[in-house]
T-cell receptor, first 110, second 116 residues
Framework: GQQVMQIPQYQHVQEGEDFTTYCNSS?????IQWYKQRPGGHPVFLIQ?????EVKKQKRLTFQFGEAKKNSSLHITATQTTDVGTYFCAASGSARQLTFGSGTQLTVLP | DAGVIQSPRHEVTEMGQEVTLRCKPISGHNSLFWYRQTMMRGLELLIYFNNNVPIDDSGMPEDRFSAKMPNASFSTLKIQPSEPRDSAVYFC??????????????FGPGTRLTVT
């Protein structure tokens, strides 16, 4: 099945700094989804990217899908303490199943 | 919409006991997924159902694990007998055709299982 590698595993930033997490696959992905899991919570869907080179924004969050559809990134501008959590990318396979990356755990220091 | 409902939220049991986790997916969703999350292994897909039919159970660790979906609104994950290494958070998720046909998954709050 699909495998996605996600880096970094952990990231500590000062509040107000930017943050980026990267997701890479050795194979071409049909689409990629991003999820956020708050500490003690459950994964929550953020967005799906489908098209080559696609860029989508949600307030301070910018999501990109690579031209070759083998990589994706999530960038947060001017982090806030509410951004704390683990961010997962997930590649879809057959019949709607997802393969999740290992996640990037973001800590925002006030 | 109540979202995906899981019970119990916490379960503490002794090794060798049977454990049953329950899930009610979002009404109208026809896909249901069971995941296990641990620090060591991350988020692992155990099994998923489409229209109540198990499609892929290759993620089920061993024969001690079984899952059923007798109807569109209920699923169970059973571990018998349980072992300490089964301790984890178990999530149920459901999906249907979302906006932009994205089939995003909606997760329940999870069941934190501790086997002593």
């Amino acid at each position: 099945g699909q495998q996605v590698m996600q880096i970094p595993q952990y990231q500590h930033v000062q509040e107000g700094e930017d943050f980026t997490t990267y997701c890479n696959s050795s194979t071409t992905l049909s689409n990629i989804q991003w999820y956020k899991q708050r500490p003690g919570g459950h994964p929550v869907f953020l967005i799906q990217l489908v098209k080559s080179g696609e860029v989508k924004k949600q307030k301070r969050l910018t999501f990109q899908f690579g031209e070759a559809k083998k990589n994706s990134s999530l960038h947060i501008t001017a982090t806030q303490t509410t951004d704390v959590g683990t961010y997962f990318c997930a590649a879809s396979g057959s019949a709607r199943q997802l393969t999740f990356g290992s996640g990037t755990q973001l800590t925002v220091l006030p | 919409d109540a979202g995906v409902i899981q019970s119990p939220r916490h379960e503490v049991t002794e090794m060798g006991q049977e454990v049953t986790l329950r899930c009610k997916p979002i009404s109208g969703h026809n896909s249901l997924f069971w995941y296990r999350q641990t620090m060591m292994r991350g988020l692992e897909l155990l099994i998923y159902f489409n229209n109540n039919v198990p499609i892929d159970d290759s993620g089920m660790p061993e024969d001690r694990f079984s899952a059923k979906m007798p109807n569109a609104s209920f699923s169970t994950l059973k571990i018998q007998p349980s072992e300490p290494r089964d301790s984890a958070v178990y999530f149920c998720a459901s999906s249907g055709k979302g906006r932009e046909s994205s089939y995003e998954q909606y997760f329940g709050p999870g069941t934190r299982l501790t086997v002593t």
